[in-house]
């Protein structure tokens, strides 16, 4: 089994990197292999272009760098990303990466009478954002819940591929050490875990 681990950090000595690396030594002590995909450093360029829109309707061929990324989550079983909460949400590096590599006809078919095929359905996927306020501010805002619904269901729930967990680390309230050992165990447990949201939950 083969994962894809994406990070979205501009920072290598960040937190986020460093969970990344714990997650790929969870998945090295499983007997899986892993590819780690630092979007910052790799110089993803997340800005959705003019050729992306035709790609979108169909009207020209997907832009290389898209296809290139593509093939990677092809040969991947299980997808993890783990990333900074930005705003409540995911980073615009993130958010670009999805929003050119989830493309119509890769990710899914769009159909006519607003129907779509979803196309990910053997794909696994993990979340891990990592969040610098407290708990409660998450849940008296409904922060979470909100970035769950968007993210989770919105993005892969669209796409039919199953959200196998979805982790809110939180730096200022808990220990760093323990936030590290939740990362490599979930690296273990990449093909073990129940999904959060089945693909019926997502139709």
């Known amino acids: 089994m083969h994962t894809l681990i994406v990070v979205a950090h501009p920072n290598p000595g960040s937190f986020s990197h460093s969970v990344a690396a714990e997650v790929a030594e969870g998945v090295t002590a499983s007997a899986a292999t892993f ?4 979007l910052s450093a790799e110089g993803f360029d997340p800005r959705f272009t ?20 593509q093939a990677r989550i092809d040969r991947a079983d ?38 779509s095929i979803k196309r990910l359905q053997h794909l696994r996927i993990h979340l891990i954002a990592i969040g610098g306020a407290t708990m409660r501010t ?39 050490t323990s936030h ?9 447990n990449l093909f073990a875990a129940s999904p959060s949201q089945t693909t019926a939950d997502a139709a």
């Open 50 to 69: 003019a050729a992306d829109i035709a790609a979108h309707l169909r009207e020209g061929p997907s832009p290389e760098d898209v296809v290139a990324e």
């Open 180 to 188: 590290l050992d939740t990362a490599r165990s979930i690296g273990q």
């Open 138 to 176: 998450y849940a008296r805002h409904g922060y979470f819940g909100a970035m769950r619904t968007q993210i989770d269901h919105g993005i892969f729930g669209y796409c039919g591929a199953p959200v196998m967990s979805s982790e809110l680390l939180l730096t200022e309230t808990q220990d760093m």
């Open 35 to 38: 590819e780690i995909a630092d």
């Open 78 to 115: 299980a997808l993890v990303l783990v990333y900074p909460v930005y705003w409540w949400s995911m980073p615009g590096l993130l958010k670009g990466w999805i929003d050119r590599v989830f493309s119509n006809g890769w990710a899914y078919d769009e159909m006519p009478g607003d129907r």
